[in-house]
């Protein structure tokens, strides 16, 4: 079975500043990773994956992460982030292989960019 | 463009008043999910689909239905609710399962 923990419920951060939210697993077998975007009022928007190859994934919106396996971890990161990233990001993993490909979620980072 | 629609977007009903949610899918997805959200308790999934005819109980099934009789359709069915169903619904789609890439709106419901 897997599990996922982000780190911090709540990140602040200035306007221009860089950001780092944490993702750390837990799985028996390989995993892929995922971080979703959910702005205020809205769905849920895939903003990266992990499924195999490069470790530094890029995503939308100036996006990155990184795939630690001996870390177990998959933080995401953005160099100078804008107001408009205020949102809720959440952290995914599943099994890469089986026939349980059923998504395990974290609670979820509220990051919240300040003027 | 692609996208998932839900509707309604907003719903209060009382308790024992059968409702359906319904989502649809412009993409061909085969594998179609529900979901709730519920503060500190995160994204947990009701029910998904990995083709017509084909459906499956997720973390939190009691209390819901679905049928999955088209690929673009998977409505949420809700036969006799309750006030702990009052909760954030998301349905999502992709071509395979567990990689849900296109989320509906949401759907709000109160149960009162």
């Known amino acids: 079975a897997q599990s996922v923990t982000q780190l911090d419920s709540q990140v602040p951060v200035f306007e221009e500043a860089p950001v780092e939210l944490r993702c750390n697993y837990s799985?028996?077998?390989?995993?892929?990773l995922f971080w979703y975007v959910q702005y205020p009022n809205q769905g849920l928007q895939l903003l990266l994956k992990?499924?195999?190859?490069s470790t530094l994934v890029k995503g939308i919106n100036g996006f990155e992460a990184e795939f630690n396996k001996s870390q177990t971890s998959f933080h995401l990161r953005k160099p100078s982030v804008h107001i408009s990233d205020t949102a809720e990001y959440f952290c995914?993993?599943?099994?890469?292989?089986?026939?349980?490909?059923?998504?395990?979620w974290g609670l979820g980072t509220s990051l919240a960019v300040n003027p | 463009e692609a996208q998932v629609t839900q509707n309604p977007r907003y719903l209060i009903t009382v308790t024992g008043k059968k409702l359906t949610v319904t989502c649809s899918q412009n993409?061909?997805?085969?594998?179609m999910s529900w979901y709730r959200q519920d503060p500190g308790l995160g994204l947990r999934q009701i029910y998904y689909?990995?083709?017509?005819?084909?459906?499956d109980k997720g973390d939190v099934p009691e209390g819901y239905k679905v049928s999955r009789k088209e690929k673009r359709n998977f409505p949420l069915i809700l036969e006799s609710p309750s006030p702990n169903q009052t909760s954030l619904y998301f349905c999502?789609?992709?071509?395979?399962?567990?990689?849900?890439?296109?989320f509906g709106q949401g759907t709000r419901l109160t149960v009162v």
């Open positions: 799985s028996s077998v390989s995993v892929y």
């Open positions: 993409m061909n997805h085969e594998y």
């Open positions: 995914a993993v599943r099994a890469n292989a089986g026939n349980n490909r059923k998504l395990i």
């Open positions: 999502a789609s992709s071509f395979t399962g567990g990689s849900e890439a296109f």
């Open positions: 689909s990995m083709n017509v005819e084909v459906t």
């Open positions: 992990y499924l195999s190859g």
